[in-house]
Nanobody
């Protein structure tokens, strides 16, 4: 059973960089046919895919967030990390890490972290 756990500060000040780490257990982040993703849900809104990182370390980023977002990984710790720069109150959300399954050319999320609330406030 693959498990994902987000960690990071729950409160970030405006203009600072939000940094979250996802620790994966029960499976390797170098598994083939999967991507490791960050997804968020602002209060009262739907889910927003932010980006993902693949087996070779390549990243795919949402065009709307690309200029502020970076995703990296540490294979020795089986972790991947989100950094979102220049945050505003609109970045307040529950942030989830997730595994995208790409077998057979498909794309679906088969494992989710429990989510972590991040609030942007001075």
């Amino acid at each position: 059973q693959v498990r994902l756990q987000e960690s990071g500060p729950g409160l970030v000040k405006p203009s600072q960089t939000l940094s979250l780490t996802c620790t994966v257990s029960g499976g390797s982040i170098t598994t083939t046919n999967v991507h490791w993703s960050w997804i968020r849900q602002p209060p009262g809104k739907g889910l927003e895919w932010m980006g993902s990182i693949g087996i070779s370390g390549n990243t795919n980023l949402s065009p709307s967030l690309k200029s502020r977002t970076s995703i990296s990984r540490d294979t020795s710790k089986n972790q991947f990390t989100l950094q979102l720069a220049s945050v505003t109150r609109e970045d307040t959300a529950v942030y989830y890490c997730a595994r995208e399954n790409n077998k057979g050319g498909g794309c679906w999320v088969d494992y989710w972290g429990q989510g972590t609330q991040v609030s942007v406030s001075s």
